[in-house]
Structure formats: structure tokens, C-alpha cells
């Protein structure tokens, strides 16, 4: 048996939303370990090389890395291997570029790009609430931050706003009926819509359904949805599409009012 864990991915294993080209090589650039999930993150060396094209090889992705032009969530990251995910911040000083990770409609990962203002908190979804060995009241986050003395009123599956300078939280968004959330997993991510119900199931999965601004209604998970906002009031700016799937029979009417079919 091998010794350790896996130091290289196959460029055909990797997750399909990274969008590499099939035959672009046997390799792909292998995630470190870190705060998002192998499968569920876009590593720093994607972003410059595949994304931003600020890199033409992986080699000059280590380089701008070392020369500590990469900030994710306001510190400086010289591995290019380092797993950015979902609402994280990337900023590349030299350039003046803001992005937010966020989802496209299809799953997809988007660079949103964003201004300065925007750029200095993130929203943070809470995954665990409990006292640690000191007795101290601590809350988990999606994104692996622990909230000591968090607010009494923060429970899991609230989403909390997190100033990225301090790390602490500054706003409370309740995972409430008629609060915005995104989908961040299963075959509705990027979705964005309305929490209208809630169907709890002991012993198995909590099923939510959402509906969007366009009134299509649909269901999933409870741990795939994120709370952004309250109402129609989201905490933050919202991607091209504003999260509304469109059906296939629309895009097609779109791409040729466009001239694209």
C-alpha cells in the first residue's frame, strides 16, 4: 500500500467545473488540504492559468504565488495549491482585481468581481454551535473559521457576516421562511431564490423548497442551501443571471436572438 496521502490528480479525476481541457495535459494542479473540499474548491493555480490567464504555466502560477500577489480573504498565500471556495475573496493588489468565488447558474464556479468596499467581509454559513473543553462557547463555519463567544442568538444554518480584517462577525442573517439563499450543492447549485418551507425528516435528510423571482418552485437538501439575505435584499452582488435557470428551450431562444445558432 501507498504511504500518506495522494500528492497528484489526474487531469480527467478532477471535478468537471474546474473546466480543464481533457486534453490539456495528463496532470491537473492537486489542492492542498484546507478549509474547502477537494471536489468543492478552485485552487489559487487554476484561478491564475485557466481563469484569470495571468499565468501561462503552472510554474509561473508557483512564481506569482512566491512573490505574494495572491491574497485570499485578506492574507497573503504563496501556495498555488491552496483551496479557494465558495464566498471567498481574492485579491491581487498588483492588477487592482476583487473577485468573490461564487456559483453560475450551471454549477459552476464564477470570479465575480467586486469593489473594495465588498471586498472587506465575506458571509460565513454556520455548520456547528457547541462549548469547548474551556467552557467557551464557540461557532463552526463553512469555511473552517471558529467564532469564539459567538452572539447567543446564532444557530446552525444562519449565516453570519464576517469582517475579513478582525474576523469577527458583525450581522446575523437567520435561515428563516422568506429568507434569500443560494444553493450551493446538488443539481440546483447557483440557484438563488426564496425559503418558502421546510419538511424535516428524523433519521434522514431536512428537505427545503425554494422558489425564485421568476416563480419556479424546487427542493433540495437543507444542508445545500446558504443564507444570503433577507426577502430580496441579498447581503452582497449577485452574479450574472442572478441565479434563474433558465430551461434549455430559453437558451436556445436567447443564443439565437443573438445571432449565436
Request: hydrophobic fraction near 35%; charged fraction near 30%; aromatic fraction near 6%.
Amino acid at each position: 500500500m501507498p504511504r500518506g496521502p495522494r500528492k497528484h490528480l489526474k487531469r480527467l479525476n478532477a471535478p468537471n467545473h474546474w473546466n480543464l481541457a481533457k486534453m490539456g495535459g495528463v496532470w491537473a494542479p492537486r489542492p492542498s488540504t484546507g478549509p474547502h473540499k477537494l471536489r468543492e474548491c478552485l485552487p489559487v493555480a487554476v484561478i491564475l492559468r485557466d481563469r484569470l490567464k495571468y499565468a501561462l504555466t503552472y510554474k509561473e502560477c508557483m512564481q506569482i504565488c512566491m512573490e505574494r500577489c495572491v491574497k485570499v480573504d485578506g492574507k497573503v498565500r504563496t501556495d498555488h495549491g491552496y483551496p479557494a471556495g465558495f464566498m471567498d475573496v481574492l485579491e491581487l493588489e498588483k492588477s487592482g482585481d476583487r473577485f468573490r468565488l461564487l456559483y453560475d447558474i450551471k454549477g459552476r464556479y464564477v470570479l465575480h468581481r467586486i469593489n473594495k468596499e465588498e471586498a472587506s467581509y465575506k458571509l460565513c454559513r454556520i455548520t456547528k454551535v457547541y462549548v469547548s473543553a474551556g467552557k467557551i462557547p464557540v461557532a463552526v463555519t463553512h469555511d473552517g473559521r471558529t467564532l469564539r463567544y459567538p452572539d447567543p442568538d446564532i444557530k446552525v444554518n444562519d449565516t453570519v457576516k464576517v469582517d475579513i480584517a478582525t474576523g469577527k462577525p458583525s450581522d446575523i442573517l437567520k435561515f428563516e421562511l422568506g429568507a434569500m439563499v443560494y444553493i450551493t450543492k446538488g443539481g440546483n447549485t447557483g440557484r438563488i431564490g426564496q425559503l418558502m418551507h421546510v419538511e424535516r425528516h428524523e433519521g434522514s435528510f431536512d428537505i427545503v423548497t425554494v422558489k425564485d423571482t421568476k416563480g419556479n418552485s424546487f427542493a433540495t437538501r437543507l444542508s445545500n442551501v446558504f443564507v444570503i439575505g433577507s426577502g430580496n435584499q441579498p447581503q452582497l452582488t449577485l452574479p450574472k443571471g442572478r441565479g434563474i435557470k433558465k430551461t434549455i428551450l430559453q437558451e436556445r431562444a436567447e443564443a439565437e436572438a443573438r445571432g449565436e445558432l
